[in-house]
Structures are given as structure tokens and as C-alpha cells.
């Protein structure tokens, strides 16, 4: 079973820092595109970054840019999220997720469906 574990969330004031961390059980990592998506309460889950497998492919939601972003160390089966200048609407429950259509493209994609496999959730917590 696909098991992606996510850390690194926590409390932080605005304007502050966080780098999330997702590792992933799947073997063949290097050909999956991975996303970032967050939840906040009485909210839809959402798009906010993606890279594709051999991260020459990246996209961000409009509200992150500038501020996030997203890498992976296939060596180690992880992708991570850099956030900075980070703002109370980014209270969230951020997940990893992973797409493993991209066996056969170099892509990425913002829908949420799209996305085969998910961690559990990492809670960020930005105070004003």
C-alpha cells in the first residue's frame, strides 16, 4: 500500500516560515508528479503547488506565488514545501498528494481528483 507521511507543520506568526516534508513508500517515486493541496475549515480542499517528476515542471495557486516553493529529492522520496511570508489565510490542513498518471508525461495538474494517493494531513497554523 502507498503511504505518503507528511511533517513539519505547526504554529507560526505571520510573516514566519515553515518547510513541509512528505515521504513517500512509493518505489518508483521518480514518476510521479507531486502536489500540495490545504484545507481550511467550512472550505473546499484546494490547489496551492506541483512538480513534475523530474521537477523542470512546476505550478502554483496565484494566492502562494512568490511566497512557496516546491521541490523533491528523489534520492529520498520526498517532496517538500518551502512557505514564506506566510499569512493567516494560509491556515490550513496541508496534504501531500501524488499522481501517478504522469508514468507516461511530464506534467502537472491543479484538480484534485486527479491525485491517486494522500498523506493525512499536516496542520499550519499562522496567528495575527
Known amino acids: 500500500q502507498v503511504q505518503l507521511v507528511e511533517s513539519g507543520g505547526g504554529l507560526v506568526q505571520t510573516g514566519g516560515s515553515l518547510r513541509l516534508s512528505c515521504t513517500s513508500s512509493?518505489?518508483?517515486?521518480?514518476?510521479?508528479?507531486m502536489g500540495w493541496f490545504r484545507q481550511a475549515p467550512g472550505k473546499e480542499r484546494e490547489f496551492v503547488a506541483a512538480i513534475s517528476k523530474s521537477a523542470t515542471n512546476t505550478d502554483y495557486a496565484d494566492s502562494v506565488k512568490g511566497r512557496f516553493t516546491i521541490s523533491r529529492d528523489s534520492a529520498k522520496r520526498t517532496v517538500f514545501l518551502q512557505m514564506n511570508t506566510l499569512k493567516p489565510e494560509d491556515t490550513a490542513v496541508y496534504y501531500c498528494?501524488?499522481?501517478?498518471?504522469?508514468?507516461?508525461?511530464?506534467?502537472?495538474?491543479?484538480?484534485?481528483?486527479?491525485?491517486?494517493?494522500w498523506g493525512q494531513g499536516t496542520q499550519v497554523t499562522v496567528s495575527s
Open positions: 498528494a501524488a499522481d501517478r498518471r504522469t508514468r507516461v508525461y511530464d506534467g502537472v495538474d491543479i484538480r484534485v481528483y486527479e491525485y491517486d494517493y
Open positions: 512509493i518505489f518508483t517515486f521518480g514518476v510521479y508528479a
